[in-house]
């Protein structure tokens, strides 16, 4: 399957829909999320707001005008100690899956946390996901540890597979406060 020719950009109100519908699509299909129900419009318009609040990026991959992924980072951890390691999220429609989308949204996010002076990116993985945990290593990241049977869903217990990517090889300071 060919590439597919794609542009990342941040997200904006109008991408909610698609947003909406590719996230409940993997909640109802897949692993990649551990939510158990699906989400609305008003959510994920609340989830918009406090990235932005918040100085943080999220990104679509945009197809033939329509957003087909997107993708973001937040804190990995709600504590100071931790204010340069971010975690992130990334999701593309189940058709586009394989064409270079998330690879895309994974690296232009590893750039805004560069720019962002972060130190760690990690992606929590659920262990099954060999797509998933390709993608990563084929972008730098390694296997940082796996924690066993910490989530259910469909009946059965899920592993949580980490990995890191090690973003700047000096350590930056943590903002104040």
Do not use: C
Not at 92 to 106: I, K
Request: without cysteine; aromatic residues 8%.
């Amino acid at each position: 399957m060919a590439p597919a020719r794609f542009l990342i950009r941040d997200a904006v109100e109008s991408d909610l829909p698609r947003i909406l519908t590719i996230f409940n699509e993997a909640i109802r299909t897949s692993t990649a999320v551990w939510h158990l129900e699906e989400t609305t419009l008003e959510a994920r318009q609340a989830w918009l707001r406090e990235r932005r609040g918040r100085g943080l990026p999220v990104l679509v991959a945009e197809l033939e005008g329509s957003a087909q992924g997107f993708a973001s980072y937040g804190d990995f951890r709600p504590f100071a100690g931790y204010a340069l390691t971010v975690e992130h999220s990334i999701y593309v429609d189940q058709a586009l899956r394989g064409r270079g989308l998330g690879q895309g949204l994974l690296e232009a996010l590893q750039d805004r946390a560069v720019a962002a002076g972060m130190h760690v990116m990690l992606a929590g993985i659920e262990a099954s996901n060999v797509a998933s945990a390709a993608l990563h290593r084929k972008a730098g990241f390694e296997e940082a540890g796996q924690l066993r049977q910490v989530g259910r869903k469909f009946g059965r217990w899920l592993d949580l597979l980490f990995m890191q990517k090690i973003l700047a090889a000096s350590g930056g300071h943590p903002p104040a406060g």
